[in-house]
């Protein structure tokens, strides 16, 4: 007894300040925040291709780990903890374990078990990952509790470098390119691209670009830009190299140069008489007058022709090559039927071949009953003729144009 008293005050205080430490160091230890996403446990993956990839998170592990630290901290009886995780995978099971545990428990851990659940759904996992990875991207998991204080797990961030994506295969645009056939049709300085393919089809709402598209002349090179459509890659696999066809005009007709147009133009006129019929010895009767004779783009003027083509198949352009025209343009004759003679107005009508080919420098002359009458589109002569002199090529003047 007398030892005891000898010790000194100082020493007891000593004492007593190690023993608080030791509960308040014990207090906070047990109470830390904690980094979940330090587990080794919880790691990112990546599928895919370079400059394609996608990272891919499993949230269970961590959703687990974020459980297992909260059901800890919320002091619930072990027999609540082992039934909270028996059977879980993932936190769909946890929570179903929870609302069953819930149902029984008594006041106090209903309590406890609220504060899990709360904490829980507090925690937020949020996962930045751009597009289309590639080797060296990182990808961030941050982890918020929404400023819960009371929350055992700490908000952090952890990031990853994204790696073991496989390299993308190459594949030549010119395995696209070689499969489209160009031709050019129409009259020379009026031309248009005709763009087939054997295996390609068209994409509906897809067009190619073919610059000055109309107005081309044989010798003019073009650069026709096709839609990136046709280049889509499977998976893994991509186009490299340009995408655009290079190709030189050509075979365009140029009507002036054909020898019997004159001859043609004998037929049309033929044909326009036996409709209108001129009887010299009736005062009141009239004859056609001549008006012009020209090469037109087929469908009676250009304006529906744009810089955007679209692919036809090579059967879709054998069919039409059967029944259409496939000079890109017709031969017109137009003629004034006059209200009464000497009259500068009336009818304007006009004979038609629609379907002209070619040997040499000739046209091939069609049957009389192949050629077609036909009245102008527009209203009067002037008209008619402003708008074929603008869109096509005027053959054979008439005696007024001389």
Do not use: C
Request: charged share 25%.
């Amino acid at each position: 007894m007398n030892r005891i008293k000898k010790v000194p005050i100082v020493v007891w205080i000593l004492i007593a300040i190690l023993i608080v430490g030791g509960i308040v160091g014990a207090h906070l230890w047990n109470n830390r925040k904690i980094n979940v996403l330090a587990n080794p446990g919880i790691q990112m993956k990546y599928t895919g291709y370079q400059s394609e990839g996608e990272a891919y998170f499993n949230e269970d592990p961590l959703d687990l780990a974020i459980l297992k630290l909260q059901v800890d901290r919320s002091k619930l009886p072990d027999v609540v903890k082992i039934q909270l995780f028996t059977g879980v995978k993932d936190a769909s099971d946890f929570a179903s374990n929870l609302e069953n545990a819930q149902s029984t428990a008594l006041p106090a851990n209903q309590v406890k078990l609220t504060q899990v659940k709360n904490w829980f759904k507090e925690t937020k996992i949020k996962i930045k990952s751009p597009d289309n990875l590639k080797n060296g991207d990182t990808v961030t998991v941050a982890l918020t509790t929404d400023g819960d204080s009371t929350n055992p797990v700490k908000p952090a961030t952890k990031t990853y470098k994204v790696v073991g994506l496989k390299a993308i295969k190459g594949i030549p645009t010119s395995k696209v390119l070689k499969q489209i056939d160009v031709n050019f049709t129409g009259l020379n300085g009026r031309g248009q691209a005709n763009l087939t393919s054997e295996d390609l089809v068209n994409i509906d709402g897809t067009n190619f670009t073919v610059p000055n598209n109309g107005k081309l002349s044989n010798g003019d090179k073009v650069k026709i830009k096709v839609p990136g459509d046709y280049f889509e890659a499977e998976r893994g696999k991509k186009y490299v190299g340009p995408r655009t066809i290079e190709a030189t005009v050509k075979g365009l007709i140029d009507p002036t140069k054909l020898t019997n147009l004159k001859d043609l133009k004998g037929m049309m006129d033929k044909a326009i008489t036996d409709v209108y019929t001129y009887d010299s010895s009736d005062p009141n009767s009239v004859a056609p007058q001549f008006e012009g004779f020209y090469a037109l783009p087929s469908g009676d003027g250009d304006d529906d022709v744009t810089d955007q083509v679209q692919l036809m198949s090579t059967s879709d352009q054998s069919s039409d090559d059967d029944s259409d025209n496939n000079a890109g343009f017709e031969f017109v004759a137009t003629y004034l039927i006059p209200d009464n003679p000497g009259a500068k107005t009336g009818d304007v009508q006009e004979v038609v071949w629609n379907e002209p080919t070619f040997t040499d420098n000739k046209v091939d002359l069609p049957s009389q009953d192949d050629l077609n009458n036909r009245e102008s589109q527009q209203s009067t002569l002037g008209a008619t003729l402003d708008d074929h002199n603008t869109n096509g090529v005027l053959l054979i003047k008439s005696d007024l144009q001389k």
